[in-house]
């Protein structure tokens, strides 16, 4: 599965989120094929605190609004309200 997402990384913006309820993935923990720093070494987009849903849905708005891949990185990367982010 993760060389699947660094595959289509290499063409499409892949966004990397946890699906907890709260929080975003681990950083810089491990290094092994797969774990997260490998994945996002290899040109997946970090979520950052936002867990899987609403990270589709911001995907999908950027997407729909025809954002390039720096654009959705960059819009990933902002700093999120705290707010939308939690519950």
């Known amino acids: 599965a993760a060389e699947a997402a660094i595959t ?3 063409s499409k913006p892949v966004v ?3 699906r ?3 929080g975003g993935p681990l950083q810089q923990t491990y290094g092994f094929p797969g774990s997260e720093t ?5 040109g997946l987009i ?10 589709r849905l911001l995907l999908l708005l950027l ?5 390039d891949r720096d654009a959705i990185a960059a ?4 700093p999120q309200d ?4 939690s519950g």
């Open 8 to 10: 289509l990384a290499a």
């Open 16 to 18: 990397l989120a946890s």
């Open 20 to 22: 907890c309820g709260a």
């Open 38 to 42: 490998h994945l996002l070494a290899n």
């Open 46 to 55: 970090s979520a950052g605190e936002l867990d899987a849903r609403k990270a």
């Open 63 to 67: 997407l729909s609004s025809h954002a």
């Open 75 to 78: 819009a990933f990367a902002a």
């Open 82 to 85: 705290p707010s939308l982010v």
